[in-house]
Structure formats: C-alpha cells, structure tokens
C-alpha cells in the first residue's frame, strides 16, 4: 500500500522555526515531483512549495518565498518543508503530495497521485 506520511508538526511561537517530513513507503518514487499543499481552518487547500524529481528545480507560493525551503533525500524517499520565520497566518494543516508531473503539482491539486493525510502546524502569537 502506498502511503505518504507527514511528521514534524506541532505548536511553535511566532518567528520560530519548524521542519516537516514526508516519507513515502509502499512503492519508489522514482520520477515524480513532490510538493506541500496547506490549508488554514476555514479556507480552502493552498499550494506551499513544489520539488522536481531531481531538485533542480524549486517552486514557493509568494506568501512563503524567502522562509520555506523545500528539499528532498531521493535514498530516504523523503521530501523536507523548512518552515522559518513563522507566522500566525501559517497556521494549518500542511498536506503532502506526489504526481508524476511538476505542473500537476503546481496547478492541479485534483490532479495528485498520492496525498499524505497532513500534518497540524500551529503558531502562536
């Protein structure tokens, strides 16, 4: 069975740090690109930041541009979400996911292969 299981959530202050993980067991994921998704209570599902199969390429939404680092350990089948400088508004549950195709990442959440069941991340003010 495929699962996608995140980690590394909890409650953090403001200005803090947090790092999740999401390790993908049940098959490899050779080839697909990797990315987290967030939603806040109340709103709907947002894209976080996207990884390519190789990680040469990154991609952030703007409101995380300059905090988030996305990375990925191909050996550990795991992809990584750095979280600095937090903020009340990145309080959500944060969502990982895989497809076969970077844009599917980036513009067609209905369109993932796979998706973890998400991990909480609170900030306090």
């Known amino acids: 069975q495929v699962q996608l299981v995140e980690s590394g959530g909890g409650l953090v202050q403001a200005g803090g740090s947090l790092r999740l993980s999401c390790a993908a067991s049940g098959r490899t994921f050779s080839g697909y690109a990797m990315g987290w998704y967030r939603q806040a209570p109340g709103k709907e599902r947002e894209f976080v930041a996207a990884i390519t199969w190789s990680g040469g390429s990154t991609y952030y939404a703007d409101s995380v541009k300059g905090r988030f680092t996305i990375s990925r350990d191909k050996s550990k089948n795991t992809v990584y979400l750095r979280m600095r400088s937090l903020n009340v508004e990145d309080t959500a549950v944060y969502y990982c996911?895989?497809?076969?195709?970077?844009?599917?990442?980036?513009?067609?959440?209905?369109?993932?292969?796979?998706w973890g069941k998400g991990t909480l991340v609170t900030v306090s003010s």
């Open positions: 996911a895989a497809a076969t195709t970077i844009a599917t990442i980036l513009r067609r959440p209905d369109g993932m292969d796979y």
